[in-house]
């Protein structure tokens, strides 16, 4: 699996490079203007490949998604979903029922490998890859309403003789994640946005072997205009036992936008976003406990993006030979990552992104916060991805 992931991403290396090196030679920059929208300038007219912001992320405030890919935890995946949701009701009604799988569905695929280093605390060696998709499907989509259907996969693959230090059992050699889920979001008659997101899956190293290895993860969430509509009082209940807190957790976060260059979520969870020039983006995310996403992003063209990011990132399991059915098995690291995204012909993006990995390490807890066991510490190293995307 390793080396077949290499090869794909050493072939997407080549071609994402050689394509841009043909853009960049067949690119002319815009003549100078006057008076424009620039780094120096904030109030000028935009120029002709000027995105309103509005329109300019995938996702509006307060959770918006991170740009690079990257494993999340359960809460930041659900507030993300929740927020494009929420855009899709904004934007024009338009009565359909059924599927526009050409217009409508967003589909995302993401392959990774981090290769082999040490492991602390015992002989050894660890190396990891991994393959995501994400497929949204509406079902449907009127006048102030929206349900859609929602499937992912995760697969996990790793490679070590590591022994688990206080339960003896070995590492196994696959996880995975597999979720179907549906999502209802609808205008009220005050005004106001509600609906909620449920969903069914599995999260262990052998799927759907056990019932006591099946997860149930809901949100509920309602959104109140404030202040003229222009800010909004956000308030929401999360559930997911693969999240750092596997217990029901309340949310609640006042939504300030003072002006199209700021905004952010006061509260829990806490979202920034800072637009000093048109073409470059501050963004912040923070969930419980730990999750943490930090982003700044370039604009280098009308379709290629620089950016880099720190990000403290959770996967959450249950082992199949786990001694206590509470028992949470985490992956968790810090990074740095750089990555180049580009925007294809046809709604397709393509995003190639490394990453510095440290402070790794696996352990058994039944929290992020209790007592842990099985600890096993791994040495920093790299990590290359590369992400397929298509936005109707």
């Known amino acids: 699996m390793n080396r077949r992931l290499l090869g794909l991403l050493l072939l997407a290396v080549c071609a994402f490079w050689r394509q841009q090196n043909a853009c960049a030679q067949s690119y002319a920059p ?48 659900l507030f993300e979903e929740e927020m494009y ?10 009565k359909k029922k059924g599927l526009d799988v050409a217009k409508r569905d967003p589909v995302k695929t993401y392959v990774f490998w981090a290769p082999e280093q040490n492991l602390r605390g015992q002989d050894g060696d ?3 890859s991994g393959f995501n998709a994400a497929l949204t499907l509406p079902i449907l989509i009127e006048e102030g ?60 190293d052998k799927p759907f072997d056990d019932i006591n290895d ?28 693969t999240g750092q807190l596997p217990f029901p957790l ?16 006061i509260g829990l969870p806490f979202a920034m976003k800072y637009r000093p020039t048109e073409r470059r983006t501050l963004s912040l995310t923070y969930t419980p406990l730990t999750n943490i996403n930090v982003l700044l992003e370039q604009q280098l063209g009308a379709k290629v993006t620089l950016y880099g990011g720190y990000s403290i990132n959770n996967k959450i399991y ?25 925007d294809l012909i046809g709604g397709f993006s393509a995003d190639l992104s490394a990453a510095y990995l440290f402070d790794r390490k696996v352990f058994q807890a039944q929290g992020f916060s209790s007592d842990r066991t099985d600890q096993i510490g791994i040495d920093s190293g790299g990590l290359i991805s590369l992400s397929i995307s298509w936005r109707r």
């Open 85 to 94: 949701f929420i855009e899709e009701a904004e934007q024009k009604p338009r």
């Open 30 to 77: 815009p003549a100078p203007q006057q008076a424009g929208y620039s780094d120096q300038d904030l109030f000028g007219e935009p120029p002709t490949d000027y995105v309103p912001w509005g329109e300019s992320y995938q996702a509006p405030p307060p959770y918006q998604q991170v740009t690079y890919p990257q494993p999340e935890d359960p809460q930041t995946q």
């Open 126 to 128: 660890f190396s990891m």
């Open 145 to 204: 309403k929206i349900w859609a259907a929602t499937i992912t996969y995760d697969q996990l693959d790793i490679s070590t003789d590591a022994i688990l230090p206080d339960t003896g059992i070995a590492m196994p050699d696959h996880f995975y994640q597999v979720n179907f889920g549906i999502t209802h979001i609808r205008a009220l008659d005050n005004g106001w946005q509600a609906g909620g997101m449920f969903s069914v899956g599995t999260a262990t």
């Open 250 to 265: 309340p949310g609640i976060a006042y939504h300030w936008h003072p002006s199209e260059q700021f905004e952010m979520n």
């Open 318 to 342: 249950f082992l199949s030979e786990r001694t206590d059915d509470k028992d949470q098995f985490y992956f968790f690291d810090q990074r740095l990552t750089i990555g180049l995204r580009r």
């Open 214 to 241: 099946m997860t149930v993860t809901a949100l509920a969430f309602v959104n109140i205009p404030w202040n003229n509509d222009r800010d909004s009082w956000n308030f929401s209940l999360f559930y997911s036992p």
